[in-house]
Every structure is written in C-alpha cells, then in structure tokens.
C-alpha cells in the first residue's frame, strides 16, 4: 500500500511539472509580445512622412556604442522613480524599431526614452514606455502603471545630478491603432508620457489592444 502510495505521488508530482512546463511553453509561443509590438508599438512613428518625430533642436542623438555613457550630455535622463508605485528604474535610451515604431526597453526592470524627441524636462513631450509583464504574466515595471492617479509625483534623475518634478495631470488608454499626435505632439509644456500596454492580450497580434499613457506636467519648483 506505501509502495502504491510513493507510485501516485511521484506520477502526481510529475503530472503537475507537466502542466506548468506545458502552460509556459503556450504563453512562451502565444503570448510573449512579438518584437517592436509591445509597450508603445501604436506610438507609430509609422514614416517620417506621416509623422514629424518631435526633435530637440539644441541636441544630437548619441549612439551609445560609439561614444562612453559619460559623456552624454548632463540634461540627459537616467533613472525614473515614482515612489506611490514603487517604481525606481534605470532608463535606457530607444531609437525606433525595424518597423518604424518607438523601440522597448531590453529587458523588464528597465524603461525606455525616445532619445530622437524631447529630452525630459525641455518644452514638449518627453516620450518613456515600459513593459508591463513579461510574457509569462509576471509583473514588469509598468505592471502597477494604471494605480497612478492625478497629482501623483514623478522623477526623473538627470546624469548631471539634477532631480525633474513631474505631477501627473492626465491618465488615458488608447485603442493599439490610435493617432499619435496627441501624445507626441503635445508642446503647450514641458511633459512626461509614460506608456505602456493595456487591455486585452491579442493572441494573433501578439500583443495588447490598448496602451496606457500617462501624462504628467513638470512642476517648476522656487
């Protein structure tokens, strides 16, 4: 009967590593955001002919393989924080994908600034997106991004040593196929747009049908 007894468990035990292996390698093929569609992939960019892409006329992008990180200019960004939703992440610098959407970040704990745009803090709109899982449902850093609520701060940790306030003024989902002016194009301001995704997962897109955007306005402090 105890012989019986291991017999069952260990077929069990087996049958539930199964399950999870099988459950992962599903999302792993279904669910894991295909390349250049995750985050802000409907911040389109789509050509340079249907959308200008907001420059910062005094500043050149860099490419980082070419040139040290230190020598980046001192306004340049390099960490966001967001204590009420306990965000605290480095910020990498994305260009645009092979399909002429904004870039993601490169892995899950980190964010990613549209270094072809703004530059956090001068006049328009500073563009940040960030995963929100990572394929397999595990929370990333934007995984609490929708909890922000009006009047929430934001920083933005400069190379230079300088700390940017940010409040957020707006929150809004869009559909995957929104025009991207009103996010990239706002200059009434200096502002932050955080994105990332939101909605219901699209198994033949492979990515979510919505995206978060979150706005916040840089406070000028005395």
Not at 141 to 164: C, E, K, M, P, R
Request: net charge neutral; with cysteine.
């Amino acid at each position: 009967m105890k012989r019986n007894k291991k017999i069952f468990l260990i077929i069990s035990l087996m049958g539930v590593v199964f399950i999870f292996f099988g459950v992962v390698l599903v999302r792993a093929v279904f669910f894991v955001p295909a390349e250049e569609t995750t985050s802000s992939s409907f911040v389109a960019l789509a050509t340079k002919k249907t959308l200008a892409l907001p420059t910062s006329p005094d500043l050149k992008p860099i490419l980082k393989n070419e040139v040290p990180a230190q020598t980046y200019p001192a306004s340049y960004p390099k960490k966001l924080r967001i204590p009420s939703v306990t965000i605290d992440a480095n910020i990498q610098y994305v260009g645009t994908a092979k399909n002429g959407n904004m870039a993601t970040p490169n892995n899950f704990t980190d964010v990613g600034w549209f270094e072809n745009g703004i530059v956090p803090g001068d006049k328009g709109s500073a563009i940040i997106d960030g995963h929100v899982d990572n394929g397999l449902a595990w929370p990333a850093v934007f995984a609490n991004l929708g909890n922000l609520n009006i009047d929430d701060d934001i920083y933005i940790d400069t190379i230079g040593g300088s700390i940017l306030h940010f409040k957020v003024v707006n929150i809004k989902n869009y559909v995957a196929s929104a025009t991207t002016t009103e996010i990239f194009n706002q200059n009434d301001g200096n502002y932050l747009k955080l994105i990332t995704c939101a909605g219901v997962w699209s198994i033949l897109h492979r990515t979510h049908d919505q995206r978060l955007v979150v706005t916040a306005e840089q406070v000028q402090n005395p």
